[in-house]
């Protein structure tokens, strides 16, 4: 396995991750602290793939879409748009396992066996996901929707595109394998 190469100087998700900074910085005050938290948290996951040295591509659709959803949810974009609720968790679950998948195995699995593992990895990611929703409903903000309907599917959902994120990795082995 080679090792990774994190670049020192600034790269194009830095922007994601400024603007994910800026979104903390304002969200506290203009809409409180929950959701502070939760562009804090994603703040969190912005940095995961410049830590690990992830191919450009992938850093800004993992970083754009996790501040894409986390802005949908405070600004109420899910109630006005209902579709796109199931729209973000497969694309969101799909990076996630995407990326979660790239930095376990670092082109040491291929074929059927990526595809399987990402959606996997996926799998777990959006049951996480849903019980993390269910955590912020119980003990933090009961304006966080939570239901069997949106639950179930928001993980067909996320099976979906952790399976798309698979076959893709499969089918692009020098992107996803060796960062």
Request: aromatic share 8%.
């Amino acid at each position: 396995m080679r090792p990774t190469a994190v670049a020192h100087g600034p790269v194009p998700g830095d922007l994601v991750r400024a603007a994910t900074a800026v979104s903390v910085v304002v969200a506290v005050p203009v809409i409180g602290g929950v959701a502070g938290a939760l562009l804090f948290l994603v703040l969190g996951g912005t940095v995961v793939p410049r830590a690990l040295g992830l191919p450009t591509g992938l850093d800004l659709a993992f970083g754009g879409s996790l501040l894409f959803a986390a802005w949908a949810a405070l600004l109420g974009w899910y109630d006005a748009v209902p579709w796109l609720d199931l729209l973000v968790h497969a694309v969101c679950t799909g990076l996630v396992a995407a990326v979660g998948t790239v930095a376990l195995v670092r082109g040491r699995v291929t074929g059927a066996a990526l595809v399987a593992l990402t959606t996997a990895v996926g799998a777990l990611g959006a049951v996480l996901w849903e019980l993390g929703e269910w955590a912020g409903h119980t003990f933090l903000d009961d304006d966080i929707f939570v239901g069997y309907q949106d639950t179930v599917g928001d993980l067909a959902f996320g099976l979906l595109g952790a399976l798309t994120a698979g076959i893709v990795l499969a089918a692009r082995p020098t992107e996803a394998g060796r960062g």
